[in-house]
C-alpha cells in the first residue's frame, strides 16, 4: 500500500510538470508586476536557452517517468505478494488470537478456583480461632489447617509453574506452528513450480515434434519441387540442345548447298560471259574497230559501250568477290539475308545456352544449400528423436513395470495350476494302483491261486519295474511289445516248473470236481487279453498326460526363467531410475538456490528503487519550490 502511494504521488507530481509543456498551454506562475517587467525586460536567447532547459529537463523526466513505470509492475507484482502474505499472516494472527483467548479462559478459570480456595482458606482459619479457646481439640485442627494451608501454597506454586511452562509450550508451539506452515507452503510452492516446469517441458517437446515434422514436410516438399524443376530445366536443356543440334546439322547442309550453288552460278556465268575479256575475245576487238562502229549511231555507240563496261565491271567484281550486280545481286542479298538470320538464331541460341547454364548453376547452389538445411534438420531431427526415444523409453519402462506385475501375478497361477496338475497325477497314479489292486483281487478269487496268480502278480511287477527304472516317453504302441515281452519272459521263466500234460488233465479233472468256480484256460487267456487291454490303454492315457504335464511345466519353467531375466532387467532400470531421480533432486536443489539469489537480488532492486523514488520526490519537490 506505502508503494502504491508512493507511486500515486510521482505519477501526480509527473503530470503536474507535463502540464506546464509549451504543447499543453503557456506555463503562467502568480507573479508580481516587478517580475513581470523583469521578465519583459529578458532577452530573447535567455528565453531560449530557457526553453532549451526546459526541453531538457522534460525528457529527463519523462525518461525517468517511463522508467519508473516500467518497474512500478515488479513492484506491483511484489505488492501483491506481499497482501497475500499479510492475508495468510492476518489468518494465522486470528488463530493465534484464539489461542490466547482460551488460555485467558483457562488462567480466569484458575483465578477464580484459587480466589475460592482462598476464601475456604480464610473461613476455617476464621473458625479455627473462633474455636481454638473452647474445644479441646483445637491443636489437632490447627496442625491439620496448617498443613492444608501448606498443601494449598504448594499446589498454588504448582499451579504457577505450570501456567508459566503452559504458556512457553503455547509460545512454542505457536513458532513451530508458524515454522512448519512456512515450511509446507514453501514445499507446495516449490511442488507446484516443478509441475509448472513438467508441463512447460512436455509443452515444448510437443511444440518442437510439430515445428520439425512440419519443417520436414516443408522440406520435403520444396525438395519435390526442386526435383520436379531440375527435371523440367534438364528436359528444356536436353530439348534445346536437340534444336542446336538439328539448326547446326541444317546450317552445314545449307551452307553446302549455297556454296555449291555460287560454284555453278559463277561456272555457268564465266563459261558464257567469258568472251567479253579484252585480251582474248574477238567480239570485244571487233566492237573497239571502227567497221561496227560505223554501223551503228552515236547512241547506240554509246549505250552499247555502257553495256560492255558493265559486264566488263561485273565480271570483274565476280572474280574479285566484290559486291555482285545484276541478277546474282538477289542471289547474293538473299544469302546475306539467310546467312544474318542463322547468326541471329546461334546468338539468341548461344545466349538462351548460358541462361540455362547459368539457372544450372544456380540451382545447383540451391540444391547444395538445400543439401546443407537437410542436413541440419536431419541432425536437429535425430537429436529431437533421441529425446523422443528417452521419452518413449521412460514410457515403456512404465509399462514394463505393470508388464511385470502381470507376469508375476500369471507366474503365480501358473505355478499354481503345476501344482493342481501335479495333484491330478498322483491321483491318477493312486486310482491306477488301486485298480490293479483291486483286478489282482478279482483274479485271485476267479483264478487256480497255484499258477494264474502268480503270473499275474510277475507280471505286474515287472510292468511296475520297468515303468520305474526306464521312464521314457514313448509313443502309443510301445507299451503292448513290453507287456508282450513281459509276458513271455514271466511264461518262460514259469515253464520248467510247470506240470506234465497229465498231471494237468489229472489237476484239470481235480478241480472240475472239487472247485465250482473253476475256468477253462481259454476263459483264463480271454480274461488275462482283456486285463492286458485295459492297463495298456490305461499305461497309453497316463504317459499322454505325463508328456503333457512335462510339457507344460518346461514352457512354465522357461517363462519364469523368461520372468527372471526380465525381474533383474527392470531392477537395473530401477536404479538408472534411482540415479536420475538424484540427480533431479540436485537440479532442484540448485533451482532453489537460483530462487534464493533472485530472491535477494529482487530484495536489493526493491530497496534501490525505494531510494531512487525518494529522490525523484525531492527532486520534484525541489523543482516546484524552484517554479
Same mark, same amino acid.
Request: hydrophobic share 35%; aromatic share 4%.
Given at each position: ?21 509549451? #504543447? ?165 510452492? $516449490? ?14 517437446v510437443s511444440n518442437e515434434q510439430s515445428d520439425t515434422r512440419q519443417r520436414i514436410q516443408v522440406i520435403r516438399l520444396e525438395k519435390t519441387a526442386l526435383e520436379a524443376e531440375l527435371r523440367k530445366i534438364k528436359d528444356e536443356l536436353t530439348t534445346k540442345t536437340a534444336l ?16 555449291? #550453288? ?69 542471289? %547474293? ?18 545466349? $538462351? ?61 501358473? #505355478? ?44 505286474? #511287477? ?29 511264461? %518262460? ?81 530401477? %536404479? ?52
Open positions: 500500500m506505502v508503494h502504491e502511494h508512493w507511486f500515486r504521488h510521482v505519477i501526480g507530481l509527473l503530470g503536474h510538470a507535463s502540464q506546464a509543456r509549451p #504543447e499543453f498551454g503557456a506555463y503562467k506562475p502568480a507573479m508580481s508586476e516587478g517580475v513581470l517587467s523583469r521578465h519583459a525586460s529578458m532577452t530573447s536567447s535567455g528565453a531560449i536557452s530557457s526553453a532549451e532547459e526546459l526541453s531538457q529537463k522534460y525528457q529527463r523526466l519523462f525518461q525517468e517517468y517511463s522508467r519508473i513505470k516500467a518497474q512500478h509492475t515488479v513492484l506491483k507484482k511484489a505488492v501483491v505478494k506481499e497482501q497475500a502474505t499479510n492475508s495468510t499472516l492476518q489468518g494465522t494472527v486470528k488463530e493465534k488470537e484464539k489461542e490466547f483467548r482460551k488460555l485467558q479462559e483457562q488462567v480466569d478459570l484458575l483465578k477464580y478456583h484459587n480466589e475460592r480456595l482462598t476464601k475456604r482458606i480464610e473461613a476455617v482459619q476464621e473458625k479455627e480461632n473462633k474455636g481454638s479457646s473452647f474445644s479441646l481439640l483445637g491443636g489437632a485442627v490447627k496442625k491439620e489447617l496448617e498443613k492444608s494451608a501448606q498443601a494449598l501454597d504448594a499446589a498454588t506454586a504448582d499451579l504457577q509453574n505450570k501456567i508459566q511452562e503452559n504458556e512457553e509450550l503455547h509460545k512454542e508451539m505457536a513458532e513451530i506452528n508458524h515454522i512448519y506452515t512456512s515450511h509446507v507452503n514453501g514445499l507446495h510452492q $516449490q511442488i507446484a513450480d516443478l509441475e509448472k516446469q513438467v508441463e512447460q517441458y512436455k509443452e515444448n542446336l543440334n538439328e539448326n547446326e546439322a541444317v546450317m552445314r547442309d545449307s551452307d553446302i548447298k549455297l556454296q555449291a #550453288e555460287i560454284e555453278t552460278l559463277r561456272s555457268i556465268l564465266f563459261s558464257k560471259v567469258g568472251l567479253l575479256d579484252d585480251s582474248t575475245n574477238e567480239l570485244a576487238q571487233e566492237l573497239r574497230k571502227g567497221s561496227v562502229k560505223s554501223h551503228l549511231t552515236d547512241e547506240a555507240q554509246r549505250q552499247l559501250d555502257n553495256i560492255v563496261d558493265q559486264c566488263k565491271n561485273y565480271i570483274n567484281g565476280v572474280k574479285d568477290a566484290q559486291s555482285p550486280n545484276g541478277l546474282t545481286e538477289k542471289i %547474293a542479298h538473299e544469302l546475306g539475308i539467310s546467312i544474318t538470320t542463322l547468326r541471329d538464331e546461334l546468338r539468341h541460341l548461344k545466349d $538462351q545456352i548460358t541462361k540455362a547454364e547459368s539457372q544450372i548453376e544456380q540451382l545447383k547452389d540451391e540444391k547444395q544449400a538445400t543439401k546443407e538445411k537437410l542436413e541440419a534438420e536431419t541432425g536437429r531431427v535425430t537429436h529431437l528423436q533421441g529425446v523422443v526415444s528417452d521419452l518413449h523409453e521412460k514410457f515403456r519402462q512404465r509399462d514394463e513395470l505393470e508388464t511385470i506385475k502381470r507376469l508375476e501375478t500369471e507366474i503365480s497361477e501358473l #505355478e499354481t495350476q503345476i501344482k493342481q496338475q501335479e495333484e491330478e497325477l498322483a491321483q491318477s497314479r493312486s486310482e491306477t494302483n488301486a485298480l490293479k489292486a483291486e483286478e489282482e483281487e478279482s483274479h485271485k478269487t476267479g483264478v487256480d491261486q497255484s499258477v494264474q496268480v502268480e503270473i499275474i502278480v510277475k507280471t505286474t #511287477e515287472k510292468e511296475e519295474e520297468s515303468d520305474e527304472e526306464t521312464f521314457v516317453y514313448q509313443g502309443v504302441d510301445t507299451p503292448v511289445e513290453k507287456t508282450e515281452s513281459t509276458l513271455s519272459l514271466v511264461l %518262460a521263466e514259469k515253464s520248467p516248473e510247470l506240470p506234465t500234460p497229465e498231471e494237468e488233465v489229472l489237476d484239470v479233472k481235480a478241480t472240475q470236481l472239487f472247485d465250482p468256480n473253476y475256468l477253462s484256460p481259454e476263459e483264463v487267456s480271454a480274461r488275462e487279453a482283456q486285463v492286458i487291454n485295459m492297463y495298456e490303454m490305461k499305461i497309453r492315457s497316463l504317459n499322454e498326460s505325463f508328456q503333457l504335464a512335462d510339457s507344460k511345466a518346461i514352457r512354465f519353467h522357461r517363462m519364469v526363467q523368461s520372468m527372471k531375466e526380465r525381474v533383474e532387467l527392470e531392477k537395473e532400470n530401477t %536404479a538408472a531410475k534411482d540415479g536420475e531421480i538424484s540427480r533431479l533432486q540436485a537440479e532442484v536443489l540448485k533451482v532453489q538456490d537460483l530462487l534464493a539469489t533472485t530472491e535477494s537480488n529482487y530484495k536489493s532492486q526493491l530497496e534501490v528503487m525505494t531510494d531512487f523514488v525518494t529522490e525523484l520526490q525531492r527532486e520534484l519537490a525541489r523543482l516546484q519550490g524552484n517554479a
